[in-house]
């Protein structure tokens, strides 16, 4: 049996699954959102354990997050790991063991009121996400991105600090932008493709490929013919429909190279 929350009138309480770099700035941006009380962090590190990270505590590993939940009670948890396949895979864990995922929204972020997060979102100081954007589960918007109108943004997805991403894009599951990029308006990236630092993307990117250079240019492309993860389907699906339905209603020329 779980302890009971010791005080309801007092902040949630929420750990920290991961304390890399990253995890540095989720600490900082939790901090400064006064929401949450900060229990410790969690990392598969050994060496970390029992150390402290900015003044809180490496509690654990992230195997004995139940253990460790009966002795320092907390009821929410943000992952806090850059990698979006590692990221995505404990949220899922976290979720399937009863914690609930939070965000953590730095107060100097601008999101549209009308815009649509998930779950474990971490947003950074000076992001900017604009009017009907919609945000998946885990996704990361780094330092100072901008995210324009009516864009999608998969889950575990990670846009990199000064990254600025046009209206009406979408950026399928996993995708990586990299620092500096920029995507045009209405472009399809596809699922785990990769955009590298300073690109500037004015054609749609296939699913498992990376791009570089101004204009950006295929680099590199996995088989990605092969059967879709059963995570990916459903999201895809809807992906799919919205960059259909945007081509079909948006007059704007792309430029050409």
Known sequence: MHMPKPNENRNSRCIILGCGGHGRVVLDILRTMHTYDIVGFLDSDTSLHHRRIDGVEVLGHPDEMMA???????????????????????????????????????????????????????????????????????????????????????????????????????????????????????????????????AVVIEDVPPMSTVAGVPARLTHTANATSQKNSWLISELDRAEQIARTTRQTDPTPKPVS
């Open 68 to 198: 460790i939940r009966e002795e320092h009670w907390f009821d929410c948890a943000v992952v806090a790991i850059g990698n979006n396949g590692v990221r995505r895979g404990f949220a899922d864990h976290l979720q399937a063991s009863g914690i609930e995922l939070v965000n953590a929204i730095h107060p100097s972020a601008n999101i549209a009121q009308n815009a649509s997060l998930g779950k474990n979102i971490v947003v950074a100081a000076g992001a900017l996400v604009c009017a009907h954007c919609q945000i998946g589960d885990s996704v990361i918007l780094n330092t100072g991105c901008i995210v324009d109108h009516e864009s999608l943004v998969g889950t575990a997805t990670h846009i990199c600090p000064g990254a600025r991403i046009a209206g009406r894009v979408t950026l399928e599951s996993g995708a990586f932008v990299g620092i500096g990029a920029t995507v045009i308006q209405s472009i399809h990236v596809g699922y785990e493709a990769v955009i590298g630092a300073g």
